[in-house]
């Protein structure tokens, strides 16, 4: 680890300004950016510690929709939101470990917009908000690519408005080293209609399945997805899976997740 | 002796008290007054050459003490190999030179070019990032088969090719081989890879060298499973120091899976280094470096063949193994896929021709040395896979047809040069199969087809060669040290013992073990006796732990040395009691006139031997103090029978372990838990090895598998709980406690139960498909179901396939 400046400010509008400095960078969980920086494979002259900003950390269920703090753990949303929104709280549940779970926050993974993250598919399959110190952004056009998202510098995610599905359920086929989703679908049942988001496959990042989605959105039930298949192109190739393996289980992981739910 | 500590007793283990509760003292607990640290800058390409290394920006660096090369190191010798062999036209291998840095050339991803040290690890790293180095990037090889090729790249301009040797065993019975296969009524064969494997020990390896210039003496702390070996290899073959002028301590250390029995580079450079600085030199390798540095294991490509009759006996086996050196030759690196995988390639069985072929290659690779087993689950693997497939093919029971052709009289002498002393292998199959209930696998097929998974269920049959070895032996084998085992047990003035250890626990708990043999000999409590090991400068010259050979080599030592206590406390007591020394008992801690009530406590008779006023100074010493060195008569031979029961999701291909049932034989056992332990830790290393790890390696030479993030370590949730059975035994006919050893037997008879079991539920559901190459991950399994595209490269074939599969 290179040698880095350390703070924690007291509120958003300092973190804000720290922010503005070169190379700063804001610390969440810290459960990508810490082994990152162990690796030397990233250098911030200065981490800004989230931790103090007051009310940054929450679970708010308010009528059809649930927001959740920035600074939520992934801990505190599986037993918050479990009421509320059950498919979140489980998705919440079964991200990494207990340790990574008591550390990592919700601002955090939406913020890195790793391919493989759990919290992106629960995003966008329910449409949700990324609220920022700025403004409003909505799923559709919060993720732009593989740890790519419409972030400008200096803005933070205060929160995440979710509206809540009418069912909803999160199937993840794990990669076997890492445990990260080698292929993971959300499935939301909503309002107008169903929508299926998936993350781990691709080589873009989190996106949507609207094949699925109009099948399911005119009949919500596995059989509709009979015939459907994902093509590969596009798809992550590794040393776990190839392309035509993942594009082939976004269709069982859609079908599962259908199945958990009818 | 006290029941609930001698031999026999599942004591607990004591030495885990302090590792509960964070007090156990690893190599990296120890900080030395004024100790520097090393970083080793390691090559990022696997192969080329050094044009230039500029170390002025970097000797400037804060805290910098100095920047080694090659250069500082022209009067040390290379890192030794401890085996040699002679190939099949005569010659002896090809043994390259092994630098502890690299001379001019990089040879893997991970060889040393330079080492920094600096008063603190950070410094070091950021000098490590201002070093200058130049280097020409050549053409590596990474697969073996390309290796031997014309025209290959050369991992090394000194030798004539990448072949290692080419090993023929038994070269004489080859031209009977090739006819019995060519005469057979049946031949089954079967052409797999054994994948490499990454040790992975939770410590990882570390390195303290310090020296006292007013004694002209040095020591290496560091995370070793032989001290000794490390003091003899290092001192005599590459820094020149004397065995008395060199002292090597092993502390508590986490795990080593044979990982640790090798001499590596960091021990002799902070060894050197702190010499030349006049201050202690730490190393302490992180996880990535333990990747591509620590040796890894397995990486054999094989083809089998096994000759039938028209009754289904065993006629002949055939195998051809291309195995792994990497980019240099480890300490044991030769041994293992020649004298401890030929040797055993008779397996269970009355096979009464057997020909092995074993083509060693140098490849771009990190060296390949023993990893838990060695050598035995690369021949267990491919023997049960091709029995199995053979029955598969002949539409047989794989039971019946392993009972046929089962050894049943011993001692056996196989057609590989080994002698099976004793063994009830029909005994260990029925156990496996009570255990497993095997005959209630239809019902449980059933349930798992109503929920649409696929069911199967595997058998494997294991035999290995441990207790390793009888010295005389492994010299003609060509081993360059002996094998034999010490120990000096201490008696101390009020009673208590020390026992000094050559053997080395670094997860066996031979603390609590060795304790219960020698309290049951003496007929005193446990606690009465202390274990100590791994520094040789209190202990006798001893071989270290490996090859399940500290119970059945050192606890032997421990016995002899014991018994000669005994013999001199007899002699003792009997002065006192004014009898003869024949007619003394020693019962439960006392020493008793026989038929008489006239008894002694065994702590009067120690304290008599260190305050000797009453005693028999003309004809015995003083003290209490005996040290003996055990050399065996020949290995052990352990066996089992292993059940694996799997489902198979046929939608993504992904296999789950639904029962494990390990029956083994390991002759008399000491403390029943302990072995329990052993057998599971080795199974979840076998079951891992078939179902999720791989070392992978890209076409460059970059190691792909260079993290947790992408190397499968198995988790406690990816198994159900075993059922391990120990109680088939048949005592070892030729050391003093009966034992066998079971340190590897999980690891080794594991792999072939799993894959027999994964591919018996794709027969079940109509698929027939041969063999899938272990790790059988989701995807392989899915690409064979449905013949999609697997994770491996488009159209390749096993030929091409060597590192990582």
Known sequence: ?262 | MPKDGGIGASTKRREDVRFLTGTGRYTDDINLPGQAYVHFVRSDVAHGRIRSIDPSTAEGMPGVLKVFTSKDFEAAGGIPCGWQITSRDGSVMQEPKHPILAEGVVRHVGDPIAAIVAKSREQARDAAEALEIDIEELPAVMNMREALKDGAPQVHDSLDSNLCFDWGFVEENREAVDTAIREAAHVTTLELVNNRLIANPMEPRVAIGAYDMAADSHTLYTTSQNPHVIRLLMGAFVLNIPEHKLRVVAPDVGGGFGSKIYHYAEEAFCTYAAKVLRRPVKWTSSRSEAFMSDAHGRDHVTKIELALDADHNFTALRTETHANMGAYLSTFAPAVPTWLHGTLMAGNYRTPLVYVNVKAVFTNTVPVDAYRGAGRPEATFQLERVVDKAARELGIDPVELRRKNFITEFPYATPVAVEYDTGDYHATLDKVLEISDWAGFDARLEKSRARGKLRGIGLAHYIEACGIAPSNLVGQLGARAGLFESATVRVNATGGITVMTGSHSHGQGHATTFAQVVADMIGIDASQVEISHGDTANTPMGMGTYGSRSIAVGGSAMVKATEKIIAKARKIAAHMLEASADDIELKDGAFTVAGTDKSLNWGDVTLAAYVPHNYPLDEIEPGLEETAFYDPANFTFPSGAYVCEVEVDPETGKVEVQGFAAADDFGNVINPMIVEGQVQGGLAQGIGQALLEACAYDDDGQLLSASYMDYAMPRAYDFPMFKVDSSCRTPCTHNPLGVKGCGEAGAIGSPPAVVNAVIDALHRAGHEIPHIDMPMTPNRVWSAIHGGAGPDKDGETMEERSVGA
Not at chain 1, 132 to 143: H, M, Q, S, V
Not at chain 1, 181 to 198: D, H, T, Y
């Open chain 1, 1 to 262: 680890m290179y040698d880095f400046e350390f703070m924690k400010p007291s509120s958003l509008d300092e973190a804000v300004a720290a922010l503005a400095e070169e190379d700063a960078q804001l610390l969440a969980g810290g459960q990508t950016l810490l082994p990152t920086m162990k690796q030397r494979l990233a250098m911030p002259s200065k981490l800004i510690s989230l931790k103090d900003i007051p009310d940054f950390s929450y679970v708010k269920a308010e009528g059809d929709t649930l927001t959740i703090g920035g600074g939520t753990t992934h801990r505190q949303v599986s037993e918050e939101a479990e009421s509320a929104f059950p498919g979140l709280a489980s998705l919440a549940g079964r991200i990494g470990d207990p340790a990574v779970r008591n550390r990592g926050t919700i601002g955090g993974s939406l913020a890195n917009n790793d391919p493989a993250a759990c919290y992106p598919a629960a995003v966008l399959a329910t449409g949700a908000t990324v609220i920022t110190n700025r403004r409003e952004i909505p799923a559709d056009e919060y993720f732009q690519g593989m740890f790519t998202t419409a972030l400008d510098e200096g803005e933070i995610i205060t929160a995440v408005r979710f509206p809540i599905p009418e069912a909803s359920r999160y199937e993840k086929f794990a990669q076997p080293a890492s445990r990260f989703p080698m292929v993971a679908c959300f499935v939301a049942k909503m309002n107008g209609g169903v929508r299926v988001a998936v993350t781990g496959a691709s080589e873009e990042g989190v996106f949507r399945w609207s094949e699925a989605e109009e099948a399911l959105t005119a009949t919500f039930s596995a059989d509709a997805l009979e015939g459907l298949a994902h093509p590969a192109n596009g798809m992550i190739s590794d040393i776990h899976g190839s392309g035509e393996y993942r594009a082939h289980l976004i269709g069982v992981m859609t079908k599962r997740a259908v199945l958990h739910l009818t």
